[in-house]
């Protein structure tokens, strides 16, 4: 344990994790929410069509990632809009044309297929510096939109309707969130992979819904349940030699149960 805790890749995963078990669950209870808990999967493929044009133009593949995710979100938003009614819609429509390209890009470039399934399930042990600094980036950035805007967007969460009467610029907020989502999953896919990095946006506050008994409590609730499977599965992964990423679900899976387990007894 202590040979692998002295490791320079596995102090770079530890960050690495750390930071966006922070930001992963600040930006998904506003998903959960607001009943979007599917974006994360949506932006996730789109993110991977990015990288996969990154290995193929050869530029930093995160950044590129990062792009494509960003550009989704603005997507995502003008759909949500033109379909009022039918909003899932643009969640399908945007993550249909994410697997196409990443499918176009990947048989244009088939030798990178191998780099890109890095990013498919996830290589937090590969993490370097420069992935140290992006991720950094983005926590800080999302910590600080958060901090500055929680009233607004727990009054969005909540009762769009009452926020715009009240004089949110709702069109703006929901751009916000959505943006702010992109660079989470998209930073996030390395680390967890894109296959399950709507587990981490999304298992911790459910645990906290069961559990809290105020938002801000279920903030912070969710942040702590999301570091502890970040952490025990890194752990757990590093000892046992287990994929990172797939134990850090599985862990957090696991907490779930516990949670509604002990939520049934509690109440019978």
Not at 67 to 92: C, D, G, H, P, Q
Not at 121 to 146: C, E, N, P, Q, R
Request: hydrophobic share 60%; net charge neutral; aromatic share 8%.
């Amino acid at each position: 344990m202590l040979d692998i805790l002295q490791s320079d890749f596995f102090q770079r995963a530890l960050v690495g994790g750390i930071l966006i078990g922070i930001t992963a669950p600040l930006i998904g209870i506003f998903l959960v929410l607001r009943r979007l808990s599917m974006i994360g999967d949506t932006l996730s493929h789109v993110t991977i069509a990015g990288v996969a044009l990154g290995f193929l133009i050869e530029v930093y593949p995160l950044a590129a990632g990062l792009v494509f995710a960003v550009a989704a979100s603005f997507a995502i938003e003008k759909l949500r809009k033109a379909y009022k009614s039918y909003a899932e819609l643009s969640i399908a429509i945007i993550m249909s044309g994410g697997v196409a390209l990443a499918s176009l890009f990947f048989t244009l470039g088939m030798g990178y297929n191998t780099d890109v399934m890095s990013y498919l399930f996830g290589s937090i042990y590969t993490l370097d510096t420069t992935d140290i600094y992006m991720v950094g980036g983005v926590t800080v950035i999302v910590i600080a939109v958060v901090f500055l805007l929680l009233k607004e967007f727990f009054l969005l969460s909540f009762e769009e309707d009452a926020a715009s009467v009240s004089g949110l610029p709702v069109k703006v907020m929901n751009m916000v969130i959505t943006v702010l989502t992109a660079l989470v999953v998209s930073t996030a896919i390395k680390i967890v992979g894109a296959l399950l990095v709507s587990a981490l946006l999304t298992i911790p506050v459910a645990i906290s819904l069961l559990l809290a008994r105020s938002f801000r409590s279920s903030i912070i609730l969710s942040v702590v349940i999301s570091e502890i499977a970040v952490i025990g599965g890194l752990m757990l992964a590093g000892v046992f030699n287990l994929a990172p990423g797939a134990t850090i679900v599985l862990l957090l899976i696991g907490l779930l149960i516990v949670a509604l387990v002990g939520k049934k007894g509690f109440t019978t």
